[in-house]
């Protein structure tokens, strides 16, 4: 399946219901938010880590560290949503669409990738939380309590 189309969603607009987000996805259709449209638009992730939205990439200070674009998919979709729990097929089918076209525990290996560029310590992750038997959550550099897999 194709995607169908593109829906910006303009700042004034608000955040889209997510019930609704979810429907136009699996209908084929990609949802943008115009902030993350503009140029320089960067997302922090932990006290030393940013997310360049326009780039692709992290950076750690002034190290760069490139993403592989599903990586980036990835880990774009959570940053976005904090706190909330993905599944494997659902980070399938909201990041990396109709792009991936393999099993759902390469979402493991990607999670894994992801922990090693963006974590201090990856065997301990404080941001990307596995949530056993559910998936993974993004948690946000500022929330307390929230440590260990």
Known sequence: ????????????????????????????YRIVYEEDRRAGSQIEIGTAC?????????????????????????????VKSPHRVYSRNQ??????????????????????SIRKKIEKNPRRPRYIITVHGVGYKYVPSDSEGTHGE
């Open 1 to 28: 399946m194709g995607t169908k189309g593109t829906i910006i969603i303009q700042e004034s607009e608000g955040r889209m219901p997510q019930e609704l987000c979810q429907q136009l996805l699996e209908e084929g």
């Open 50 to 78: 940013i997310l360049e939205v326009d780039n692709h990439c992290i950076r750690r200070g002034r190290k760069k560290i490139h993403l592989t674009p599903n990586e980036y998919k990835i880990l774009y979709t959570m």
């Open 91 to 112: 980070l399938i089918t909201y990041a990396l669409e109709d792009s991936f076209d393999g099993y759902d525990r390469t979402i493991d290996s990607y999670i894994k």
